[in-house]
């Protein structure tokens, strides 16, 4: 199998992308409260995507279909930290407090 550098970097974006958003995923589950899990969600979904949209890019040549593409992580970068902003408030307000682990 012969690739070309192309194709070897846009898999290499495609891996760390999906790296990230599985150890996103790992920490929804493993951080202790809503608001560790917000945090780690609104970090690692911006992150993640925009490498897969990187080796979208890249693999799919310069184009119109390239610029449409790279909207797609700007929207992303604008809407998540006010999804996570909204929703946090809303737990907040629901009763969630944070679980702080003071040491002494």
């Known amino acids: 199998m012969s690739y070309n550098f192309i194709e070897i970097f846009s898999i290499i974006s495609l891996i760390l992308g999906c790296f990230f958003i599985l150890s996103g995923s790992l920490g929804l589950i493993k951080l ?57 408030l809303f737990a907040y307000e629901s009763g969630h407090k944070p679980k702080a682990k003071i040491k002494k």
């Open 32 to 88: 202790p409260d809503v608001f560790s899990r917000i945090h780690a969600a609104g970090l690692i979904d911006t992150l993640g995507s925009g490498f897969i949209v990187l080796a979208l890019i890249i693999y799919s040549g310069f184009s119109l279909l390239s610029l449409k593409l790279v909207l797609i992580p700007i929207f992303l970068l604008f809407t998540s930290p006010v999804t996570s902003h909204a929703i946090s």
